[in-house]
C-alpha cells in the first residue's frame, strides 16, 4: 500500500518532500512527508533511487521530528499503516495535516491487520478509510471511504491488494481537495460502535481450532494465505500424530457431520474431508517447508487434527 501511495503521488503535480519508511528488513508500514507514505524497504529503495530525501519510519515518534517537517515546508502528512504511533508534535506541523489510510472500516476494524480479521470473521463486506490522524490513534474524523464486497475466495493477500485499489485513489482524491480547498475536505467524526479486537498476533496463537465452526476454519485459513508472500500471520496449523502441520488450502463443503471435530471422514482425489464443529470442510493442500503438497498424500481416514492448549502453546 505504501509503494503504490508513493507512486501515485508521484504521478500528481504535487512535491513530495521526504519518504519516511524502514531501511532495512521486511516489509512493514512507514510514512511519507508531503506525499507521506508507508511501506517497508522496497518504499526506502524507491525513494532512494528517485533521489528523494528519506528519513527512517520511527522518527515520527520524536517530537524533534517536528522542525524537520516545518523545515520541509509539509503541506500533508501520508500514512499507510505505519506501525509507530506518531508523536502529537509531529502531527500539528504540516500546514493542512495529517491523514492515514487505513486498510479497513472504522470503527469496526481498527489496527494493522484489518483484512485479516474481516476474513476470519466472515465479513461479507469491507472498506478501506483516509481520516485525519489525531493523538487517539484510530479516532480521527474521517475524510473518506470506500466500500466493497468481499469474495468468497479473498484471501488476506487478495483483500489487501482491493483495499489498495480503491484505497490509493481515495487518498489522492483527499489530497486534491486540501490543495484546492482545505475547508473543504470532510470531516466526520468516526461513529461510536463496536469494535473487533484486531490485535497483532492471530486468533488462537495461529492455531486451527477444529471445533470452531466450518465457516470460522475457513476464513482463519484465508486470512493467513498471504502466498506467495509471506504472512504477516504466518501459516494455520495444526498437530498430526504430534507433529505440527500447516495447512495451505482448504474450502467449505457444506456437508454436515457428527464427527469429532478434527476428525479426517474421508480422504478423496481432490483433497481429505475434515470435520469442524458443524460441517467438513475440504483441506487440498498442506506445507511442508515452502512446498505445498497434496493433503491427500499425508493425511488417511481416521486421523486426528487438534490444536494444543493455549496454555501449553504459552509455555
Known amino acids: 500500500m505504501g509503494l503504490r501511495l508513493l507512486e501515485a503521488v508521484l504521478r500528481t503535480r504535487h512535491r513530495v518532500a521526504g519518504v519516511l519508511a524502514t531501511p532495512d528488513g521486511p516489509a512493514a508500514g512507514g510514512n511519507t512527508a508531503g506525499g507521506n507514505t508507508a511501506g517497508g524497504n522496497s518504499v526506502w529503495q524507491t525513494a532512494r533511487r528517485l533521489g528523494l530525501a528519506t528519513w527512517p519510519a520511527e522518527r515520527?515518534?520524536?517530537?524533534?521530528?517536528?522542525?524537520?517537517?516545518?523545515?520541509?515546508?509539509?503541506?500533508?502528512?501520508?500514512?499507510a499503516q505505519s506501525p509507530h504511533v506518531v508523536c502529537p508534535d509531529?502531527?500539528?506541523?504540516?500546514?493542512?495535516?495529517?491523514?492515514?489510510?487505513?486498510?479497513?472500516?472504522?470503527?469496526?476494524?481498527?489496527?494493522?491487520?484489518?483484512?485479516?480479521?474481516a476474513l476470519f470473521h466472515g465479513a461479507r463486506r469491507h472498506a478501506v478509510t483516509v481520516h485525519a490522524?489525531?493523538?487517539?490513534?484510530?479516532?480521527?474524523?474521517?475524510?473518506?471511504?470506500?466500500?466493497?464486497a468481499v469474495e468468497a475466495d479473498d484471501t488476506a493477500l487478495t483483500l489487501t491488494m482491493a483495499c489498495v485499489r480503491h484505497g490509493?485513489?481515495?487518498?489522492?482524491?483527499?489530497?486534491?481537495?486540501?490543495?484546492?480547498d482545505p475547508n473543504?475536505?470532510?470531516?466526520?467524526?468516526?461513529?461510536?460502535?463496536?469494535?473487533?479486537?484486531?490485535?497483532?498476533e492471530p486468533p488462537n496463537g495461529g492455531w486451527i481450532a477444529w471445533d470452531w465452526p466450518a465457516a470460522t476454519v475457513d476464513g482463519f485459513i484465508r486470512a493467513c494465505d498471504f502466498g506467495p508472500l509471506p504472512?504477516?500471520?504466518?501459516?494455520?496449523?495444526?498437530?498430526?500424530?504430534g507433529q505440527l502441520v500447516a495447512v495451505a488450502k482448504a474450502r467449505r463443503t457444506g456437508r454436515r457431520t457428527a464427527a469429532a471435530p478434527g476428525t479426517v471422514t474421508a480422504v478423496e482425489s481432490r483433497g481429505v474431508r475434515v470435520a469442524c464443529a458443524d460441517?467438513?470442510?475440504?483441506?487440498?493442500e498442506l506445507l511442508a517447508g515452502d512446498r505445498r503438497v497434496p493433503?491427500?498424500?499425508?493425511?488417511?481416514?481416521?486421523?486426528?487434527?487438534?490444536?494444543?492448549?493455549l496454555s501449553s502453546e504459552a509455555a
Open 231 to 241: 504472512s504477516p500471520w504466518g501459516r494455520p496449523r495444526t498437530l498430526h500424530r
Open 90 to 117: 509531529v502531527l500539528d506541523a504540516p500546514l493542512l495535516g495529517a491523514y492515514a489510510l487505513h486498510p479497513g472500516p472504522l470503527p469496526q476494524y481498527p489496527g494493522r491487520h484489518a483484512p485479516h480479521w
Open 279 to 284: 460441517e467438513e470442510i475440504l483441506v487440498t
Open 133 to 148: 490522524m489525531k493523538p487517539q490513534v484510530g479516532r480521527g474524523p474521517i475524510a473518506a471511504r470506500a466500500d466493497f
Open 184 to 200: 473543504a475536505v470532510p470531516c466526520a467524526m468516526v461513529p461510536e460502535g463496536d469494535r473487533v479486537p484486531c490485535g497483532f
Open 295 to 309: 493433503a491427500a498424500d499425508r493425511l488417511a481416514q481416521g486421523d486426528r487434527l487438534f490444536a494444543p492448549p
Open 168 to 180: 490509493v485513489p481515495l487518498a489522492l482524491d483527499v489530497v486534491e481537495t486540501l490543495a484546492r
Open 60 to 79: 515520527v515518534c520524536t517530537g524533534d521530528f517536528a522542525e524537520a517537517v516545518r523545515a520541509a515546508r509539509v503541506d500533508v502528512l501520508l500514512n
